[in-house]
């Protein structure tokens, strides 16, 4: 059964970081993109970024180019999301899902940016 | 305002079939990999369709998926209480755009 479990969620003040994980089980995860997506309350999903399956190659929503970094980690079966230059638009339950079509989904974690 | 274009609602009564559009151009549609997502209230997405028209195992026959041109559309069959939900449809190829949703629709079942 492939498990997607995210954490580092939080609440952190607008220009401030905060790295959220992704801890990934169930399949071979170093077979498959991976990606975040994110969705604001109330709001539609949005995709954020995704990475190839090797790490070598990332794409990203214009919206956090430049301020957000995803990467991965085969060994340990994990996918990451580097925040920085937090907005409160920002704010938003993240989601790990694998692929690039979201095959599967994690339960989300909760990112709120309010002074 | 998202790339993909869904209506923002639909309804229809339970047996009945429904169909949901989703719409953009040759570039957002036409030439990417469509997939449709489920959002149950308070829960997080779960893909019914993948590559087009591809239904995963365990998501019931009544969900399926057709691409043409610059469209592509998710029908439900035998309209049930539960799949009163958030629908959205995904697009991605291997252009530096990456993916794009729609808007999503909100499917209720009368």
């Known amino acids: 059964e492939v498990q997607l479990v995210e954490s580092g969620g939080g609440l952190v003040q607008p220009g401030g970081s905060l790295r959220l994980s992704c801890a990934a089980s169930?399949?071979?995860?170093?077979?498959?993109?991976m990606s975040w997506v994110r969705q604001a309350p109330g709001k539609g999903l949005e995709w954020v970024a995704n990475?190839?399956?090797?790490?070598?190659?990332?794409k990203y929503v214009g919206s956090v180019k430049g301020r957000f970094t995803i990467s991965r980690d085969n060994a340990k079966n994990s996918l990451y999301l580097q925040m920085n230059s937090l907005r409160a638009e920002d704010t938003a339950v993240y989601y790990c899902?694998?692929?690039?079509?979201?095959?599967?989904w994690g339960q989300g974690t909760l990112v709120i940016v309010s002074s | 305002q998202s790339v993909l274009t869904q209506p923002p609602s639909a309804s229809g009564t339970p047996g009945q079939t429904v169909t949901i559009s989703c719409s953009g151009s040759?570039?957002?549609?036409?030439?990417?990999?469509v997939s449709w997502h489920q959002q149950l209230p308070g829960a997080a997405p779960k893909v019914l369709i993948y590559?087009?028209?591809q239904r995963p195992s365990g998501v019931p026959d009544r969900f399926s998926g057709s691409k043409s041109g610059t469209s592509a559309s998710l029908a439900i069959s035998g309209l049930q209480s539960e799949d009163e939900a958030d629908y959205y449809c995904?697009?991605?190829?291997?252009?530096?755009?990456?993916?794009?949703f729609g808007g999503g629709t909100k499917l209720t079942v009368l």
């Open positions: 040759s570039s957002s549609v036409g030439n990417r990999i």
């Open positions: 169930g399949f071979t995860f170093s077979s498959f993109w």
């Open positions: 995904a697009a991605w190829d291997n252009s530096p755009e990456g993916v794009v």
């Open positions: 590559n087009n028209n």
């Open positions: 899902a694998r692929g690039r079509g979201f095959g599967d």
């Open positions: 990475v190839n399956e090797d790490g070598s190659e990332s």
